[in-house]
C-alpha cells in the first residue's frame, strides 16, 4: 500500500543525515487545510528531534504531523517529543514506524491517545528501511553489518595476483560509495589494507557530510604504518595492544585473531548501527561463520576471469546443506554491471 505523500516527504528530510545512535526522523506539519506548515529532521545527538524542529514557529493548533518514528516518551538530552506534540495543541499525528527502543515501544502512542490526539500507525516498511540499522541494533543489539564485495561473472574478487581494481565499471563504483554515505563504520583486514591501500571515504560529487569511520582489523603480521587510512583516524581492532601510527587500538577478546562477535558489539556501543565490510574473503568468511552479516550487497562485474582467482570467501564449503537461505531484495543492472542486495531470512 502507498504511503501517505507527507510520511513520504519526511522520510525524504531526514535521510541525508547521520545521526546513529540516535534513529534517523523526519516529520512534516500539515494544517486542517492541507497547507504544509512546517517541516523537520533530526540532525543528531543533542540537537532537536524532529517533530520539534517541524513544529518550530508554527502555530499546530489543530494541525496533523506525519513523524517517520513513533514520538518519544521520555526525557533524553531533549524533552520528550509528545510533551510537545501536547502543547503544540496538534489534533492528529500519523505514525511511520513504532519506535522499537524500550523506552518507548508504544508508550509514546499511548500518551498521546491518553491525551485525546487521534494517533494512526502505518507500520510502513519504507519508515523503517529510513533507518534500517537502528531497528536492528534495537531489536538484537547487534549493528546491522552489510559485506559488499563485486566479483566478476565467474566468481573471482581478485586475480590470482591478487589485483581486483577494478572489477565493476563506474556507476557500480558510484553505487558503492553511496552504500558507504549509509554507512557509520566501513571495515576492512589486514590484507586489503596491505594489498589495495583504501581511502574507504566517500567520494560523491557533491558529498559534504561527515565520512564514515574507517576500521581495520588486525592479525598476526605487522600493519603498514604507510597506508592513507592513517591519515583518518581508524579504529583498529586486535587481540592485544599495538602501537600505532594514528586512531585507537580496541583490544577483544579471540584466538589470535580477533572475534567478529566482540568487533560488533563495541561499534554498536560506539553508536555505529550500519557497518558495512569491505574486506578480503578472509575476514568476509570469519565474520560469515560467526553469523553477524545481515545483509549481502554483490556487484557482479561484466568481465569473465576464465579462471579460478580469489573465491569471495576464503576457506571451504563442504555440503550444501551448510548453505544459508538469503531473500532476494533488489536486482539492478548498472551498465554492464549488476548490482544484487539479499537479506538473510
Ligand atoms: N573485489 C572486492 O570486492 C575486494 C574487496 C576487498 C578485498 N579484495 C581483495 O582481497 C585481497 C585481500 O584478501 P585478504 O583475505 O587478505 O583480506 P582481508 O580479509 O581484508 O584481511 C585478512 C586479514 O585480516 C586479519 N584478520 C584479523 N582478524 C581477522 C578475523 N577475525 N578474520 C579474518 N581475518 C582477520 C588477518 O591478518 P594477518 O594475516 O595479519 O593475521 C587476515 O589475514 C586483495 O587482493 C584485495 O584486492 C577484493
Not at 66 to 92: D, M, N, S, W, Y
Not at 118 to 128: F, H, R, S
Not at 179 to 192: I, N, P, Y
Request: net charge negative; charged share 25%.
Amino acid at each position: 500500500m502507498a504511503i501517505p505523500g507527507h510520511l513520504e516527504r519526511a522520510i525524504e528530510i531526514a535521510a541525508p543525515h547521520r545521526t546513529h545512535p540516535n534513529p534517523r526522523v523526519g516529520a512534516v506539519v500539515v494544517s486542517a487545510d492541507g497547507a504544509v506548515l512546517g517541516e523537520g529532521s533530526h540532525l543528531g545527538p543533542g540537537q532537536p528531534h524532529a517533530e520539534v524542529a517541524a513544529l518550530d514557529g508554527v502555530d499546530a493548533r489543530g494541525a496533523t504531523v506525519f513523524v517517520t518514528l513513533e514520538p518519544c516518551a521520555h526525557h533524553g538530552r531533549t524533552p520528550p517529543c509528545v510533551t510537545a506534540l501536547i502543547e503544540a495543541g496538534v489534533q492528529r499525528v500519523v505514525v511511520g514506524a513504532i519506535d522499537p527502543d524500550d523506552r518507548v515501544a508504544g508508550q509514546g502512542v499511548e500518551q498521546l491517545r491518553n491525551a485525546s490526539i487521534d494517533v494512526e500507525v502505518l507500520d510502513a516498511p519504507e519508515a523503517e528501511a529510513l533507518d534500517a540499522g537502528y531497528f536492528h541494533q534495537r531489536r538484537t543489539g547487534f549493528p546491522l553489518v552489510t559485506l559488499k564485495y563485486a566479483m566478476t561473472i565467474d566468481g573471482s574478487i581478485a586475480a590470482q595476483d591478487g589485483s581486483s581494481q577494478w572489477i565493476t565499471g563506474e556507476l557500480a563504483r558510484k553505487d558503492a560509495h553511496a552504500l558507504r554515505e549509509r554507512s557509520d563504520a566501513v571495515v576492512v583486514g589486514a590484507g586489503t589494507l596491505a594489498a589495495d591501500d583504501p581511502q574507504l571515504t566517500v567520494r560523491l560529487d557533491g558529498f559534504d557530510g561527515s565520512q564514515p569511520r574507517p576500521v581495520v582489523v588486525a592479525g598476526r603480521s605487522a600493519l603498514d604504518g604507510n597506508r592513507a587510512i592513517w591519515g583518518r583516524d581508524p579504529l583498529v581492532y586486535s587481540t592485544r595492544s599495538l602501537e600505532l601510527p594514528a586512531g585507537e587500538c580496541v583490544v577483544v577478546d579471540g584466538d589470535v585473531l580477533p572475534d567478529p562477535e566482540g568487533i560488533c558489539v563495541d561499534l554498536a556501543g560506539r553508536g555505529m548501527y550500519d557497518v558495512l565490510i569491505e574486506g578480503g574473503p578472509t575476514l568476509a568468511k570469519s565474520f560469515w561463520d560467526a553469523g553477524v552479516i545481515h545483509r549481502l550487497v554483490v556487484f557482479i562485474g561484466g568481465l569473465a576471469g576464465g579462471g579460478q582467482g580469489m573465491a569471495p570467501f576464503a576457506g571451504r564449503f563442504s555440503t550444501l546443506a551448510d548453505a544459508r537461505s538469503l531473500e532476494l531484495k533488489e536486482l539492478k543492472a548498472l551498465d554492464q554491471d549488476l548490482r544484487a542486495e539479499y537479506v538473510r531470512k
